[in-house]
């Protein structure tokens, strides 16, 4: 076999289709979306470690169980992890008593 034989054959489009986009999906489309949802992504774990830290402040426990209890409440109230990410961190920045240098507190 050839080295011409052995290489995929190029279609007259301008950018090649992700293995994952079906037939005829437009190859730009489905990047825009990838790129979304992974930017989406990175947002939402910002999100939830903060508010796994806060967690470990106020519980005096690790990375693991924080994230535990997030999920357990995530699943007992059939909320996406980001949003119970962020309503906990809403409720502790408006609750928690100011902190000298400006910025909020854990409370325990």
């Known amino acids: 076999m050839s080295t011409v034989e052995s290489q995929p054959q190029r279609t007259s489009r301008s950018a090649p289709t992700p293995r994952h986009a079906p037939e005829g999906i437009d ?7 990838e790129n979304r949802q992974l930017r989406q992504a990175l947002q939402s774990r910002g ?5 796994k830290g806060v967690l470990m402040a106020q519980r005096c426990c690790g990375p693991d169980e ?17 949003d119970v990410a962020r309503a906990f961190l809403d409720e502790f920045l408006t609750t ?11 409370s325990t």
Request: with cysteine; charged share 10%; net charge negative.
């Open 27 to 33: 190859a730009m489309a489905v990047l825009a979306e």
């Open 96 to 106: 928690a008593p100011p902190n000298p240098q400006g910025g909020p507190t854990a």
């Open 47 to 51: 999100v939830i470690e903060q508010a």
């Open 66 to 82: 924080a994230f535990a209890v997030l999920v357990k409440l995530s699943q007992d109230t059939n909320v996406k992890l980001c």
